[in-house]
Each structure stands twice: as structure tokens, then as C-alpha cells.
């Protein structure tokens, strides 16, 4: 049996031509990345800032490009399946000569067998959103739902670590299968590349990888997909929310008022492309001190409530800032799993349940 390498594959590929260059994929610095998992491959073809419609009808275009990598490779004995994702610009550059004109608004990607999408967003990081995710999916689960969860976090994924998994996930007849825990279809970028391996793609690249964790995915059947989002509200998660089929947004902030000015602009961002609001949730709320029992405002308290009222959203609940939520997370855990009739899990399930009946689930 042939053992099967990076070189191996990049010899196979080194006939195929960049469709405009002419260079080989390599050569041209196409061929991003190759993940090799025993007979399963992972291939990433970036394109770069080169608008596709700029290649299609030239030397080739990109789909028979993607097409000839996956048919080489899976020719390459003990290759099992082939994935090839790929990533490029998805319009062209106005020329100094022509008129900028106002691209159509983008049509979201629907997802086959899938009922509802929510967003689970922030405007900023390092507010809990993550855990959060995880738990309200579980909590939703618990509701006798089909749940699915996406980590939409290209540069920092954190869906891995999360669910304890560093699996790769399987690819049949070019679909990639979710990998499967506590109940949960789970899909991240994380399991399609190497934990350490640094991603620096720009905006347009990201947003085919996201489109293709959503589109190339057998995700269902789902009664509710939740998706992780990535901190911030700039270009690509903008895209993100006018591209996916969202039923509405989740809003998670800690309750100083950095983060709640974050969180008002992740807010505005989903009200601007007609997402539902479903409410908003307060992480961090507050801290027990486990020695004397004392109650502690850390980051304040009650400026999630505050915020929902003034901009008309639902509070959907406060989570309390506690060390077995986040060491439970970090273990791979999450506390709706390890401690189910607990005081935190209850939380979350009450929260689930408020969203659940938002999206008339029950």
C-alpha cells in the first residue's frame, strides 16, 4: 500500500495548471494547504483577490480545475475520499475606466433538511459566546430537537476543543459528514486543517470556506442549526448573515458597558439585513465566590437587561460567571452534559426553551 504524503500528492498535481498563469498549483501558491488523514485528504485551492469570473472561459475554469484535483487524487492509491475546498473573490474589480456598480443583494445558501439557522453572535470576543454555543445547543437537544452546530470562526475555531473531538471528518461522494457528539452534528474548520496551522486569508477566501461548511456539509436532517459566529462586525460576518438562511440572532454580552457598545453594533448589523432578533443574553453576570458564598458584580451587572429594553429585544437570560462552566468547557465537557440537573444547566435549558419557542419549535 502506498503511503500517502504531502509530496506524493503534490507530484500527482504538479501536471495541473494554474487556469491563468499557467503556473503549476503549487508553483502559483494555489495549493494552500493538504490534510492527509489516513485515506481521507483534504485539499484547500486559494485563488486569491482574483475574481472567479475573471477565470471561467480563459485556460479552464475553477470548478474544472477543482474537479481535476479531486479525480488525480482520488486516483492515488489508499485515498479513500477527496474534499477540495476552494477559496477566491467572488467579483470582479472595477476597472479605472468603468463605473463602480452596487452588486445585487446576495442570495442566502439553503440548507437541505434544515429548518431553522440561528446565529449565535457578539461584537467582540473574549465575552463567552463560544461556551455559550455549545450549551444552548445542548439545552435545545434536550428539547427532543435534531441539532446541529457550526463553528463559523475561521481564524480562532474553537468547536474542537469545545466537544473534546480533533477528529477528521469523512467525505462521501464529495459531501463532508458532520462528526457526531453528545447528541450533535458538529462541523468547524477545525477539523479540516491542522490545529496550529495559521490562516491569513482575506475576507472574500474566508467567506468560501464559511459557504462551504454551510453548503458542502450533509447537515440534515435539523430541526435547528446553531452557528457560532465570529467576534466582531466586520465585512465577513456581515457576508456571513446576508449569505446563510438565518431564522434570527442570538446576542451574547458581558454586562460592562465595553462590551455592551459591542454588542448594540452586533445587534444593528443583523437589523440591517432584516434578521430577526431573538434576544440578547448576559454572560459573566455574576460571581459566587465558592469559599464564603458572596455574590460579586465583576464586570457589573444588569447592563444586558438594560440595553434589551432600551433597543426593544428580548433578555433572554443571565449566565453567572462560575469555574466549572468555563473548566468543564476547556475539558471538552460542557456543563449541560456533565452536571444536567444542575443550577447552570438549568439556565441554559431555560434560555433554549424561550428560543425555541421564538422559532415555534415545540
Same mark, same amino acid.
Given at each position: ?48 483577490? #482574483?475574481? *472567479? ?8 475554469? @475553477?470548478?474544472?480545475?477543482?474537479? $481535476? %484535483?479531486?479525480?488525480? !487524487? ?112 458538529? #462541523?468547524? *474548520? ?8 495559521? @490562516?491569513?486569508?482575506?475576507?472574500? $477566501? %474566508?467567506?468560501?470556506? !464559511? ?152
Amino acid at each position: 500500500m502506498t503511503n500517502l504524503s504531502q509530496a506524493l500528492i503534490e507530484n500527482a498535481l504538479s501536471e495541473i495548471e494554474h487556469p491563468v498563469t499557467g503556473q503549476s498549483l503549487k508553483a502559483s501558491g494555489t495549493l494552500s494547504a493538504i490534510i492527509i488523514d489516513k485515506g481521507q485528504i483534504g485539499i484547500i485551492l486559494d485563488f486569491g483577490d #482574483m475574481p *472567479i469570473s475573471s477565470i471561467e472561459g480563459t485556460k479552464g475554469s @475553477i470548478e474544472d480545475i477543482r474537479s $481535476r %484535483v479531486e479525480k488525480t !487524487v482520488s486516483n492515488l492509491e489508499g485515498v479513500d475520499a477527496v474534499n477540495v475546498v476552494v477559496t477566491a473573490s467572488k467579483a470582479n474589480k472595477p476597472t479605472p475606466a468603468s463605473k463602480p456598480q452596487t452588486p445585487p443583494p446576495p442570495t442566502p445558501v439553503e440548507i437541505p433538511g434544515v429548518n431553522h439557522v440561528v446565529a449565535v453572535a457578539s461584537g467582540k470576543g473574549g465575552v463567552g459566546k463560544s461556551t455559550t454555543s455549545i450549551n444552548l445547543a445542548l439545552a435545545l437537544r434536550d428539547q427532543r430537537l435534531k441539532v446541529g452546530i457550526m463553528d463559523a470562526d475561521i481564524f480562532g475555531p474553537s468547536l474542537p476543543t469545545l466537544v473534546g473531538l480533533d477528529d477528521r471528518p469523512e467525505i462521501v461522494n464529495g459531501v463532508i459528514q458532520p462528526l457526531q457528539k453528545y447528541g450533535l452534528k458538529i #462541523m468547524s *474548520i477545525g477539523f479540516l486543517i491542522d490545529v496550529d496551522q495559521p @490562516i491569513v486569508w482575506r475576507g472574500p $477566501r %474566508v467567506m468560501g470556506a !464559511v459557504q462551504q461548511l454551510l453548503k458542502d456539509v450533509a447537515w440534515g436532517p435539523l430541526d435547528v442549526l446553531i452557528v457560532d459566529m465570529p467576534p466582531g462586525t466586520g465585512d465577513v460576518q456581515l457576508s456571513m448573515v446576508q449569505n446563510a438562511p438565518l431564522s434570527g440572532a442570538v446576542i451574547v454580552s458581558t454586562p460592562q458597558d465595553l462590551a455592551l457598545i459591542d454588542a448594540r453594533k452586533g445587534l444593528a448589523m443583523f437589523r440591517k439585513v432584516d434578521v430577526p432578533i431573538i434576544g440578547i443574553i448576559e454572560n459573566m453576570s455574576s460571581f459566587i465566590c465558592p469559599s464564603c458564598g458572596e455574590e460579586s458584580h465583576i464586570f457589573g451587572h444588569g447592563g444586558a437587561e438594560d440595553a434589551a429594553k432600551l433597543l426593544d429585544a428580548t433578555f433572554l437570560g443571565a449566565i453567572p460567571l462560575h469555574m466549572d462552566i468555563r473548566a468543564l468547557s476547556d475539558a471538552g465537557t460542557p456543563v449541560v452534559v456533565t452536571a444536567p440537573d444542575g443550577p447552570h444547566a438549568d439556565i441554559y435549558r431555560n434560555i433554549a426553551k424561550e428560543i425555541g419557542q421564538t422559532l415555534v419549535l415545540n
